[in-house]
């Protein structure tokens, strides 16, 4: 596994766990849960300006964890046709 996998495998476990801490606002409210929506917030707070919620379910964090898996299938490919090119 590569260390782009593992920065993005990171990256979507911590959004996983900010989401599920959601649901406990105690959670959320501790020094782990402030670092977590400083890291999660910024980026899914993007997708929360263009999917709007439908009654009280959020759509934005499933979108968002579904486009960084597909930016992190595009840059694996960019770097393998990289790698190829020089060596």
Same mark, same amino acid.
């Given at each position: #596994? +590569?260390? %782009?996998?593992? $920065?993005?495998?990171?990256y979507s476990f911590m &959004?996983?766990?900010?989401?599920? #801490? +959601?649901? %406990?606002?105690? $959670?959320?409210?501790?020094?782990?849960?402030? &670092?977590?929506?400083?890291?999660?917030?910024?980026?899914?707070?993007?997708?929360?300006?263009?999917?709007?919620?439908?009654?009280?379910?959020?759509?934005?964090?499933i979108i968002g964890i579904?486009?960084?898996?597909?930016?992190?299938?595009?840059?694996?490919?960019?770097?393998?046709?990289?790698?190829?090119?020089?060596?």
């Amino acid at each position: #596994m +590569s260390i %782009v996998s593992i $920065a993005f495998s990171i990256y979507s476990f911590m &959004l996983i766990v900010y989401i599920l #801490m +959601s649901w %406990v606002p105690a $959670a959320q409210e501790s020094s782990f849960g402030r &670092l977590l929506a400083k890291l999660c917030e910024p980026y899914l707070g993007f997708f929360r300006k263009f999917i709007p919620p439908i009654g009280m379910i959020d759509f934005s964090p499933i979108i968002g964890i579904l486009l960084l898996n597909f930016i992190e299938r595009g840059v694996r490919i960019v770097l393998l046709n990289l790698s190829t090119m020089i060596g």
